[in-house]
């Protein structure tokens, strides 16, 4: 199964993408997380990209796309994924389409997480993660979002495998939605899903 999540921070997409990753056994790839371990981990890309991270700025494209192509092709051809928080522009998901397509591993769906900025807002400053959950840095990732991902949105909205979903309500229930929206796909059984993940 290959999933993206899309949705704007503190949408929830790192606590929905960790509930499907263990529900249907494929693995958890978080843009996000792994940019931030470069930079914690101070390799070169992360010393290139901590200003765009610290900033609640995007990261370039290509540093992101060469970043995801090894995990991405190696979940692939273990099962699956499900990718949160790429693509996060239409030309990332141009670009990755392309390479998915070669290699004959195309997504299956998208999930769009909607959850108001109010409730947004209020969620990242009780969590406050470090440089980028600040007042100000918020604020700028929430617009970062509306200018460069919503119309991400627009340009997926006629794919049948794309769906969105209210993510106010608490995690257990945004799961169940999910899952069940994913059943009603002809992509894939996530019965057999299922069954192989407890084989
Ligand atoms: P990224 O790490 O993707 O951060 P984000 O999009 O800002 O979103 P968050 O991770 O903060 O929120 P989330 O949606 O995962 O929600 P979570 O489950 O944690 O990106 C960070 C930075 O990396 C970007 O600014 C950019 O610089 C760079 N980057 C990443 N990807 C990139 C890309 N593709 N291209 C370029 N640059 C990129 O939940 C948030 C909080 O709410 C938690 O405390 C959680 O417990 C709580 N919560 C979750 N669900 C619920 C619920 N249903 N009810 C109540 N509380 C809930
Ligand atoms: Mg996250």
Request: hydrophobic residues 40%; aromatic residues 6%; proline residues 4%.
């Amino acid at each position: 199964m290959r999933l993206l999540l899309i949705g704007a921070p503190g949408a929830g997409k790192g606590t929905q993408a960790e509930k499907l990753s263990a529900r249907f056994n494929i693995a958890h790839i978080s843009s996000g997380d792994l940019l931030r371990e470069h930079v914690r981990d101070q390799t070169s890309l992360g010393q290139r990209i901590k200003s765009y991270v610290d900033a609640g700025d995007l990261v370039p494209d290509a540093l992101v796309m060469d970043m995801l192509r090894k995990p991405v092709v190696a979940a692939s051809e273990a099962g699956g994924y499900v990718l949160d928080g790429f693509p996060r522009t239409v030309d990332q998901a141009k670009a990755a389409f392309e390479v998915a397509n070669r290699l004959g591993v195309e997504v299956q769906a998208a999930v769009h997480l909607y959850v108001p900025d109010r409730e947004l807002i209020r969620r990242l400053l009780a969590r406050s993660r470090g440089s980028d959950d600040t007042e100000d840095v918020i604020a700028h990732r929430l617009e970062v979002y509306q200018q460069m991902t919503m119309p991400l949105l627009e340009y997926y909205a006629n794919r049948e495998w794309m769906f969105s979903v209210d993510g106010t309500r608490t995690p257990d229930e945004v799961h169940e939605a999910i899952v069940s929206r994913l059943e009603k796909l002809a992509a894939f059984d996530t019965t057999e899903e299922r069954d192989a993940a407890s084989a």
